[in-house]
């Protein structure tokens, strides 16, 4: 079956603009996460969806992150005035999670986002 | 606070020899333990996973796991390496405990760059 989609799968942008990066789940995931990888380090979990609830945003580097994620299945993140410590691969998650256990998150091939 | 940590940034193996890349973790709870591997330009696949129940816990491809908890250890091991092997591999611990409502974000070690030589 079809897996995490993210695109587009590179984008490259100027210091300062602003970019959306897409993640579309698996189907029927409640749980979506967005993280970060930087090169050379591992990865740094962003931003948290589950189902209706508020967004656990609590990884976000600065309030120039935001995500949204619309009728609890495609999420969009965006980075504002974009800089170049923001260069990473920016990978989505999904998971079937229910409360009480852990539910494997699935992975996206992840957005590689270059800033000049 | 829980984080987890590779020993080893990169192993490097013959093809037929064993594999053993290194992790230790901090956890102020009962733990579950992961390892990812990621291919070159590909997602994450999950390769095993320990949530309390075997210590020894058996994943794809031939590789295993042991949680030891005197030692905080989750070491992956392989009897014996194969070309399509390499690529990084990732220790990770999930940062909350089980409660509802909790965001169960995993935590990732630095990764380990295994090479497997022909």
């Known amino acids: 079956g079809a897996g995490v989609s993210q695109s587009p799968s590179n984008k490259v942008t100027e210091k300062g603009k602003d970019v959306e990066l897409r993640c579309d789940p698996i189907?029927?995931?409640?749980?979506l996460y967005w993280y970060r990888q930087s090169l050379g380090q591992g990865l740094e979990f962003l931003i948290y969806?589950?189902?209706?609830?508020?967004?656990?945003k609590s990884g976000l580097p600065s309030d120039r992150f935001s995500a949204e994620r619309t009728g609890g299945s495609v999420s969009t993140l965006t980075i504002q005035r974009t800089q170049q410590e923001d260069s990473a691969v920016y990978l989505c998650?999904?998971?079937?999670?229910?409360?009480?256990?852990?539910?494997?998150?699935?992975f996206g091939p992840g957005t590689r986002l270059t800033v000049l | 606070a829980q984080s987890v940590t590779q020993l080893d940034s990169h192993v490097s193996v013959s093809e037929g020899t064993p594999v053993l890349l290194r992790c230790n973790y901090s956890?102020?709870?009962?733990?579950?333990l992961f390892w990812y591997v990621q291919h070159p330009n590909k997602g994450l696949q999950l390769l095993l996973k320990?949530?309390?129940?075997?210590?020894l816990v058996k994943g794809i491809n031939g590789f295993e796991a042991e949680f030891k908890k005197s030692e905080t250890s989750f070491h992956l091991t392989k009897p014996s390496a194969h070309m399509s092997d390499a690529a990084e591999y990732f220790c990770?611990?999930?940062?909350?405990?089980?409660?509802?409502?909790?965001?169960?974000?995993?935590?990732f070690g630095s990764g380990t760059q295994l090479t497997v030589l022909p």
């Open positions: 998650a999904s998971s079937p999670l229910t409360s009480g256990s852990y539910n494997e998150q699935f």
């Open positions: 189907s029927g995931h409640t749980a």
């Open positions: 969806f589950q189902g209706n609830s508020a967004p656990d």
């Open positions: 956890s102020s709870y009962s733990p579950s």
């Open positions: 320990y949530t309390s129940a075997a210590t």
């Open positions: 990770v611990v999930i940062m909350s405990p089980f409660s509802s409502g909790s965001a169960r974000q995993l935590t």
